[in-house]
């Protein structure tokens, strides 16, 4: 069996605001199986918002993961992604997930992966998964460029990642906190 490919999820960070986006599509090998899949998802009492690229079962269960150390510290998504990062390097299970996170909440954005990084991005904009090099040069220039609002950015870098990269649609899940 092929494996699944692609997905683009990116996260900005202004004024008071956070939008984590999402597209929709699942491919499997050259055909696409599913055009509305949901990979932008709120946890932890709606106050953070998690987006996820990879194995599906695999994000589901670092979302769980995340989500279970949120409750132990009270909330504090700085102190969960760290947990969790060791967790995840260290765990014999967890070590084989194929999947990367970002975690936002109105104050921060963290990407999470495997390798045990936790990077927080020096502007407000971060991005995974296939498309995510299209979308983080278009979010960083309407960051740098414009004043537009965390969700007109990043909207329209979702956009211009969708028209370049074919593991991406238009078909987009946007989460706003803050």
């Given at each position: 069996?092929?494996?699944?490919?692609?997905?683009?999820?990116?996260?900005?960070?202004?004024?008071?605001?956070?939008v984590?986006?999402?597209?929709?599509?699942?491919?499997?090998?050259?055909?696409?199986?599913?055009?509305?899949?949901?990979?932008?998802?709120?946890?932890?009492?709606?106050k953070?918002?998690?987006?996820?690229?990879?194995?599906?079962?695999?994000?589901?269960?670092?979302s769980?993961?995340?989500?279970?150390?949120?409750?132990?510290?009270?909330?504090?998504?700085?102190?969960?992604?760290?947990?969790?990062?060791?967790?995840?390097?260290?765990?014999?299970?967890?070590?084989?997930?194929?999947?990367?996170?970002?975690?936002?909440?109105?104050?921060?954005?963290?990407?999470?992966?495997?390798?045990?990084?936790?990077?927080?991005?020096?502007?407000?904009?971060?991005?995974?998964?296939?498309?995510?090099?299209?979308?983080?040069?278009?979010?960083?220039?309407?960051?740098?460029?414009?004043?537009?609002?965390?969700r007109?950015?990043?909207?329209?870098?979702?956009?211009?990642?969708?028209?370049?990269?074919?593991?991406?649609?238009?078909?987009?899940?946007?989460?706003?906190?803050?």
């Amino acid at each position: 069996m092929e494996n699944f490919h692609g997905t683009t999820i990116i996260a900005v960070c202004r004024d008071n605001k956070t939008v984590v986006a999402g597209d929709g599509q699942v491919t499997l090998g050259s055909a696409v199986v599913k055009h509305g899949a949901r990979k932008v998802r709120r946890i932890y009492k709606n106050k953070i918002v998690v987006g996820f690229a990879g194995a599906t079962a695999d994000a589901l269960t670092l979302s769980e993961k995340l989500e279970a150390k949120l409750e132990a510290f009270g909330g504090n998504l700085t102190r969960a992604a760290v947990e969790l990062a060791r967790d995840w390097r260290t765990d014999r299970m967890l070590r084989r997930l194929e999947a990367m996170m970002i975690a936002a909440s109105d104050e921060s954005i963290y990407l999470l992966s495997g390798t045990g990084d936790i990077i927080e991005p020096d502007s407000g904009v971060i991005a995974i998964g296939s498309g995510s090099v299209a979308a983080q040069a278009a979010g960083e220039a309407l960051f740098r460029h414009t004043e537009k609002s965390a969700r007109e950015i990043a909207e329209g870098a979702m956009e211009i990642a969708s028209g370049l990269c074919v593991y991406t649609n238009s078909q987009f899940t946007i989460e706003e906190i803050g």
